[in-house]
């Protein structure tokens, strides 16, 4: 196997046709989506079905991010790999494509795909499972032109609890199966054999832990992920019988060019709005834990240090997050704050230095547990850096992860088959200079959807009471934050249910003078039941404590429901007709109510340029989809 030569040859974006730079950017993109519906329409489970919970990308011979479509924020430069000279860990930075470059070298040939989820070798949390397909120059088999690979979140992978993202883990190893590297299909041939070991045998083996609860599930979207990847690799070739593949490999490299060029202007213009090259902020997870972020931008250059010293040391739960999420969530930033339509490819992190601090949480030792980290710290991230750069108020911060199953090891250690169901919640997003937040929607790293009610109610053992948007909950200001959202469900069966929060105990921040959002809650609607020793008969119940002001006693105890608050992380044993109702965290507003337009957005930042409010529309896939469908 050899990488194709025109890595060690890349062209900068000078040159370059712009017509022909918009043609090949939205041929790269269309891959993408192509291979995402490919996943959608071949898998079975509800949370890549359903949720859209997976991203679809391609990669350059070296294994840099070229293009994607509009999937999860924080899948895709997980996935990637940056020049390591500028990123400052103290260890080796290698991301997933790199990774399984390095480890198989010359082993790669074609009809090889490589599966991955450990954070040591690109991963998020172990839910997320990778899968990487190589692709061949149709003239030289030996040369690999391209790598297309597909990120799933597949609802059990094993751990302690059903859903895979239990909220009491301490180790990596209670959180399920963690595979470095494993050729599912080698040479043309699936080993089934092998995916059973690494995901049933071997995580069961520790205490406590179960084996994948549903692998037909499982193996079933991992099939779906490898169909997507050889759709792309069609896709590419169609494209390089085309137009050749020197012409295709070197847009691919404009294209980078252009992000990188946008990038680096972005951040001139920001020393120039603000009147100052050092930008700093800080915010805090819900356990006290500070995340710090101090931006020194050099302007001539176009270039920043991102440096995260002052961010506390790693923790004893599950809120440390792997280096590759956090240059997820700085790529994803700074492709935001960018004014103009480019892929999201490593061109936008090309400018930057990142620092960050050894023994923090956001860089963990290889079996620390990080299921939360993706999904948590990551939000924390993108807020602290979208305060340093003033770009607007705190978004939820959030993404309200509900996992319920049931099956893995009892008590005596016998296994049973079962399933687990997970998905993230909606809330309010943080208002800006120039507009209101919007209500009830994912924000920043999530991107998915959530499930449809009658898909819900029909496969798992629930009801859905309520869902609907929480009023009041946005912060008050000039322009107000979005609200968050009530999801009220109650379980037919008795279930292990489980909550992974944060913003439970501080608020989403308002920037300019406007009002924070208001921070959530998770309530145990329990039942009360004779064997919990919580429903009293009258001859049970304390006198005194029921007896009225004239000593008299009172009629029997009531059998109200109790009102519990499990806190932001917490799994109970939900009983037949016990419900749980998450109350999703509002967004930050922008400026004191009293303020004009124009002192709204005097000191803005990035986003400074001050338009009317009601120019803002939604963007993103999904309204495309809901547009397409409006003028059909």
Known sequence: ???????????????????????????????????????????????????????????????????????????????????????????????????????????????????????????????????????????????????????????????????????????????????????????????????????????GRYPGSSGCRNIKD??????????????????????????????????????????????????????????????????????????????????????????????????????????????????????????????????CLAPLEIKIPQKSLLLPSPTAAVCAGNVLTSQRIVDVVLKAFNACAASQGCTNNLTFGAGGKDKEGKFTAGWGYYETIAGGSGAGPSWHGTSGVHTHITNTRIGDVEILERRYPVLLHRFGLRKGSGGEGRYNGGNGVVRDIEFLHPLQVSILSERRSRHPYGLEGGGPGAMGRNLWIKQLRTEDGDLLDAADADPLSTADADNKLAPPPSRTPREINIGGKATVLMGKGDRLVIETPGGGAWGSPHESDGEAGATSGVLGKVRSAVEWAARGSLAERAAAQAGF
Do not use: W
């Open 1 to 203: 196997m050899t990488n194709s030569s025109a890595a060690s040859t890349q062209p900068s974006g000078r040159g370059a046709d712009p017509i022909m730079l918009t043609l090949f950017a939205n041929r790269f993109m269309s891959v993408a989506e192509a291979m995402g519906r490919s996943l959608q329409q071949t898998s079975i489970s509800t949370n890549i079905k359903e949720r859209l919970d997976f991203s679809c990308a391609l990669f350059a011979p070296d294994g840099d991010l070229v293009a994607n479509a509009p999937f999860i924020p924080i899948h895709l430069g997980a996935m990637s790999l940056y020049d390591s000279d500028r990123i400052h860990l103290g260890v080796k930075n290698i991301f997933a494509v790199r990774y399984q470059m390095k480890l198989h070298g010359k082993n790669i040939k074609d009809g090889d795909v490589f599966m991955t989820n450990s954070p040591r070798a690109g991963g998020s949390h172990l839910p997320d499972i990778t899968i990487i397909t190589p692709v061949f120059s149709p003239d030289d088999p030996s040369e690999i032109i391209f790598f297309v690979a597909s990120r799933g979140h597949h609802a059990d992978v094993g751990g302690i609890l059903p859903g895979s993202m239990p909220p009491t883990s301490v180790n990596i190893f209670e959180e399920g199966a963690e595979i470095v590297s494993f050729k599912l299909v080698n040479d043309g041939m699936f080993d089934r054999e092998g995916l059973l070991e690494r995901m049933v045998e071997i995580p």
């Open 218 to 347: 499982v193996e079933s979207d991992l099939k779906a992920q490898i169909a997507a990847n050889h759709k792309g690799i069609q896709l590419i070739r169609m494209m390089v019988e085309e137009y050749g593949l020197k012409t295709v490999q070197d847009y691919m490299y404009h294209i980078r060019a252009n992000a990188e060029m946008s990038v680096r202007n972005l951040l001139r213009d920001v020393v120039e709005r603000m009147g100052t090259n050092v930008l700093s902020a800080v915010d805090y997870l819900d356990d006290g834990t500070p995340i710090q972020l101090r931006v020194e931008i050099n302007a001539k250059e176009g270039s920043a240090v991102f440096d995260f010293e002052g961010t506390g040391p790693e923790v004893r739960n599950n809120l440390n997050t792997p280096t590759p999420v956090v240059h997820s969530a700085v790529i994803y930033c700074m492709r935001a704050m960018l004014d103009s339509d480019i892929p999201l490819n490593a061109g």
